[in-house]
Structure formats: structure tokens, C-alpha cells
């Protein structure tokens, strides 16, 4: 295995550094990402990518990997694998090298919105992550505090992925342990289309009734379009709004009104909000974004908007 900076590729390959990104996005050149801003290939596929441009190999400067294994290079953190440091057994599976090459730098703590808050800080996560201290993580507050908002990532000098680990950690964590109502949003909306439970019917009746206040506030003729074939938008919608904060429907109702908007709301599975994304619950994660899909497609719809 191979670790090449992106623009010393590119330079060699006479091509932008966002092409190679794109190149690695299509799937069109078989490499990821790599510690330190740089990118990993295998030895063979570097050769056929140097043969392809004409470049002689040795000519480019590498650094290369001594393997650990198999799957010692992928990107880990939810793999089930087990590991054993001392007399602890791990279900994370960090990779190896970005374990190695956090520097404990602390820019990831230093530009965490929340770094303290319960001794909150990633740097110390990752570590307990790399030493097997995985159950104590898992059952800590730390994975739940995080806001998953990636600010440590983005200041990660060496691209450790913490996010994907928080998410992970939390994945772990027993179903009936998750902290306050977020398990049962998910098991309420794999079994009725939205994190609140609330019934078909009476949402109709909500976006029905909203709407004709506001034809009457100030939109002469608005109605909401429901299960409008071929609208350029479709909407989703976070369930604590037709809950308990209807009118803040309408502010986003009168931008449309106002600027002509095709537009259209699902009368089913309209839940914008994912819970199984922040609860690392992939299996849902997956469904709820399937079902966004799939009324996208049904309704022939161009753009999603997700207000949330
Ligand atoms: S910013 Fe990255 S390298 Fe620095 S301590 Fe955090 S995880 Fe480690
Ligand atoms: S993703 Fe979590 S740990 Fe990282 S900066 Fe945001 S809140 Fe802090």
C-alpha cells in the first residue's frame, strides 16, 4: 500500500487536484483517503494509474505501508472485528494508522463546541478507542454530548475520522440504554412514517387547516400541495412542528407562496428528521432515507428540501 499527497499527483498527472477527487468519487481511481491530506492506493493499482499516464513509478515520491493484515487499512470504526489490547476485547476497530498518527495536538478539543462539557474531549476518546477502553466509552456520556457536527474533524490536521467513531460508539450502546426519547422516535417511525407517531389523518387535516389560515392571513388562494405529481421541490417535515409548533410551517409556506414555488409535501413518510443517523442506528438510518427516495421518485420530483 501506497500514501501519495493529492497534489503531488496531480502535478504529476498534469491534472487539477479536484479531478483526482472527482476521479476517487466516481470510483473511476480505486484509492482513499490517507493521515495527513494525502491518499492511499494499492502498489498495483498506483502502477497501472502511472502506466495509464506514461510516468515512470519510481519517479514519484511515496511513502509506503507495511501491511497489518487483512483489512488493516480499512476505514473501521464501525467494523465488527474484535481486537485485544491487554485483556480488553474491542468491537471498534480503529484504523491503525490514524491511531498512529494522532499527535494528541488538540485541535480537535481546542474547536469542539462542547469540549468539557462532562470532561468532553475527542482527543481522549480516540485514545480510549486505541486502547481497548472501548465498554467504558460506550456506556459514558461523551458519545451523546457530541453534537456530531465535525468541527473536530475539520480541524484535524491528520483526518481522523471522529465523527464516524462518536457515531459508531454510539451504535454500541444497548437500544433500551439510548438517552432520552431518541430510540423510541426511531421504532415510532419505522412503524408510522414519522419520529411523533402522528396519524395520516390528522395531518391532512393540519396542512388543510394551516393552510386556509393562512389564504386568509395573506396568501389569497394558498393551499398546500399534497402528493403534487411532478413539483420541483418536495419537503420534508420535522414532526415536532405539526406536534406542537404548527404555525412555523407557514414561514417557509409564505417563501413559497411569494416566490411562485412548485412545491409539494408527502401525505406519507414526510419525516425529514433521522434519528437513526444520530442514534449510529444504520439499519434505519438506511429505511427512512429509502423512503425519502422513494417519494421522490413516486411524486417525480426534481430537489429535495430537507429544512432540518
Ligand atoms: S486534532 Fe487529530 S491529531 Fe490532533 S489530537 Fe485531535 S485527533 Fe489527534
Ligand atoms: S463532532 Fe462532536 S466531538 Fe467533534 S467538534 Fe462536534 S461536538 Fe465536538
Known sequence: MIVIGVGHLADHLGVHRNTIRNWIREGKLPARSAPGKGYMLKEDDFNKVCQEFGLDPARLKVRRLASRGPGALASGFASPEVRTIGRRSTRLRPTPQWADVCLTCGSCASSCPISGVDGLDPRKALRMVTLGLEEELIASQWPWKCTLCGKCEEACPMNVELVAMFRAVRGLRPRDQVPGPLHKGVLMCLSRGNNLGIPRDDFLYLLEELGQELAEECCPGFRVPVDQEGA??????????????????K???????????????????WEGVNWGLFTGDDESMKTFVGRIVDNMQRLKCKTLLLPE
Open 232 to 249: 420541483n421541490l418536495m419537503v420534508t417535515i420535522n414532526s415536532k412542528e405539526p406536534f406542537g409548533e404548527p404555525d412555523d410551517l
Open 251 to 269: 414561514f417557509w409556506w409564505k417563501i413559497f407562496h411569494a416566490a411562485g414555488e412548485s412545491w409539494t409535501v408527502p401525505s406519507e413518510n
